[in-house]
């Protein structure tokens, strides 16, 4: 059983199609464990068990009688829910939809799944509209990190992320508005990526010209995100289209870069950050880091530290995801203020502090950034840095309350101090993977951050993949599960 859970999402398939293994003896294992570890973990707010059984039935009568079969077919997957699927209630972490309708339709990512063959049988948890950095909330209680119960799984992404490292389903889609599918997966133990903006469609962003938000893979090996991406990325159809304009102008992926076309790395430049906002970073990840550079040194890999001054705009990217919250929940604030998370309405109370001249200082500044970045990716063909400053913070962190003054200026623990290396690349768009690198002291593990080029995912993967190689922190499950 133990060995099914956590087979690959691609052996799976490949066994499906070969009539090596039953759908639905497939499903039902994945359906006993969520029954076992839901209780522990807290990673589902809905399962949808009776609509999964008659695909999975669906899906092997497919393959019983010769028909295609889509490259996901047969493969249990999970859904955060911040995104529709269809028969089941988008709740958005949140009590504001505790009475919400079943959706009439998937979104477009959801969509491209089933059509993949995908079974999807629950939406995973995520704090109210994918707030912060840890997954709790007064929907629905605490998500627990299955690798150690007493911290967070991360946010906000974070049912994802506890899904799949406990074998709950092999794959997980998640999405990210300030480092929510990288977070979650550096705490987890597991792969994940954020693509190209407008890579893959997210035609449920109000702001589609400043959209910052992503959907993307989360799965235990980069083969299997590599997979899950291919099923996902291109233009949206012709319907949505009008609704996301980034996917309207999303051009093929780039090749692989030369220095990652032949045996070894050689001539491939990287350049590695140990700091982006965040002022330290923990001794183990940091020699975590510094391991996993030089496996790739030790490949012919040119490795290099930037030391360029770059203006990570903590501060302006803080008030560019404040006031959006402010703007965007202030109509729900008479009837369900008092139901709303804390952090929720923190945040809304910061956003609406800012001016109206701050707000487009701060997208200036996210044009700055962008182009600092793309500077340091004419010299480098990738940029390498932790995916986070430390393993997983405790479950019960305050995110409410952790605002600190540093030289004069307020900032969050978590935004400047944990997950500082993941919100510059949504502002900036560029694609970014983080990888398992390590384990800390206290067992838990963390991740190496890999950006790239616009539609360079092929180069972040294919790096991805030559590290969990060298360093096979996939082999490794949480404590209990195998």
Known sequence: MSDLLFLPAHRAAALIRTKRLSPVEYLDAVLAAVERQQPRLNCFVTVMAEEARKAAKAAEAAVMAGLPLGPLHGIPIGVKDLLDVQGASTRMGSRIFDDAAPAKGDAVPVARLRAAGAILFGKTTTPEYGVKGLTDGPAFGITRNPWNLERTAGGSSGGSAAAV????????????????????????????????????????????????????????????????????????????????????????????????????LGGLRIGYLMR?????????????????????????????????????????????????????????????????????????????????????EAQFARTRLFRQIQALLERYDVLMMPTMSRTALPAVFDAANEEVEVDGVKCGITRQGWTSPQYPFNLTGHPALTVPSGFGADGLPFGLQIVGRWRA??????????????????????????
């Open 457 to 482: 995912e092929a180069d972040v993967l294919r790096l991805g993949a030559i590290l969990e190689q060298a360093r096979p922190w996939a082999q490794h499950r949480p404590p209990g599960l195998g």
């Open 276 to 360: 982006c906002a965040n002022p330290r970073t923990s001794v183990e990840v940091e020699a975590g880091t510094r391991a996993a550079l030089a496996a790739y040194a030790d490949l012919g890999a040119e490795v290099e530290e930037i030391t360029d001054a770059i203006d990570w705009i903590e501060l302006e990217g803080r008030i560019l995801y404040q006031a959006n919250f402010t703007v965007l929940l202030a109509a729900q604030l008479p009837r369900f203020q008092n139901v709303m998370d804390p952090v929720t309405l923190e945040f809304m109370r910061r956003g609406e502090g800012f001016t109206l001249a701050q707000f487009r």
């Open 165 to 264: 490292a406990a074998g709950l389903g092999p794959m997980a889609l998640g999405t990210d508005g300030a480092g929510s599918i990288r977070g979650p997966a550096a705490c987890c133990g597991l792969v994940g990526l954020k693509p190209t903006l407008g890579a893959i469609p997210l035609e449920g962003a109000r702001d589609g010209f400043g959209n910052n938000s992503y959907s993307g893979p989360m799965t235990r090996t980069v083969t299997d995100a590599a997979l899950m991406y291919r099923v996902l990325r291109g233009p949206a159809e012709a319907d949505v289209l009008s609704r996301d304009p980034w996917s309207a102008g999303a051009g093929p992926d780039l090749p692989l870069s030369p220095g990652l076309t032949g045996g070894d």
